[in-house]
């Protein structure tokens, strides 16, 4: 079974940039049939996916138009983790920031979370 | 964008009798190639990640209680608790994986009456 485990800070100023990191065990981030998610929970928004990363073959990545431009997720191949990098938040990017797998293909579900960071962003 | 629309967005049942939760799609999620539908269920306790509960619309995930049970096609869909317990207070989501961004509903509540 996959464990997601996530770690970054909880509070970040605003127009700064916001780091989180999921470590993987139980699966590789450069697995063929798996893809790295980032989703986010707020009241005002819901749940709502940010992106993705997976690699076949070579390494792809895609945002959603929400966040395009202001986002990154990596991997650390060299740890068996990746990140997600938010650029210019404001205090309405103050959400429970979670990671999560989905399989190849068409299987686009999330079948495993790691266990949220409530990130606030305030001065 | 695919937009999920739950309904209710809250619902009080009483232990042993069943819930119903119901997900509109603003568009079909079946894939007529393969004759799937890209939907899938999740439970969300206080203070926990969301849990996969059903995928392909109706599919349980291993160690789901087969209480718990998904139909629907196209842009309409249902979740079905056949006999609530007490661990099934929580609140529920759709989710779209039909076409990116990936979607989800708003949430339905489920609270014991």
């Known amino acids: 079974q996959v464990q997601l485990q996530q770690s970054g800070p909880g509070l970040v100023k605003p127009s700064q940039t916001l780091s989180l990191t999921c470590a993987i065990s139980g699966d590789s981030v450069s697995s063929n049939s798996a893809a790295w998610n980032w989703i986010r929970q707020s009241p005002s928004r819901g749940l709502e996916w940010l992106g993705r990363?997976?690699?076949?073959?070579?390494?792809?990545?895609d945002y959603a138009v929400s966040v395009k431009g202001r986002i990154t997720i990596n991997p650390d191949t060299s740890k068996n983790q990746f990140s997600l990098q938010l650029n210019s938040v404001t205090p309405e990017d103050t959400a429970v920031y979670y990671c999560?797998?989905?399989?190849?293909?068409?299987?686009?579900?999330?079948?495993?979370w790691g266990q949220g960071t409530l990130v606030t962003v305030s001065s | 964008d695919i937009v999920m629309t739950q309904s209710p967005d809250s619902l009080a049942v009483s232990l042993g009798e069943r819930a119903t939760i119901n997900c509109k799609s603003s568009?079909?999620?079946?894939?007529?190639?393969?004759?799937?539908?890209?939907l899938a269920w999740y439970q969300q306790k206080p203070g926990q990640p969301p849990k996969l509960l059903i995928y392909w619309a109706s599919i349980r995930e291993s160690g789901v209680p087969d209480r718990f049970n998904g139909s629907g096609s196209g842009t309409d869909f249902t979740l079905t608790i056949s006999s609530l317990q007490a661990e099934d207070v929580a609140v529920y989501y759709c989710q779209q994986y039909y076409s990116t961004p990936w979607t989800f509903g708003q949430g339905t509540r489920v609270e014991i009456k």
């Open positions: 999560a797998i989905s399989r190849d293909g068409s299987r686009q579900y999330f079948q495993y």
């Open positions: 990363t997976y690699y076949r073959s070579k390494w792809y990545s």
């Open positions: 568009q079909t999620v079946l894939y007529t190639s393969n004759n799937k539908n890209y």
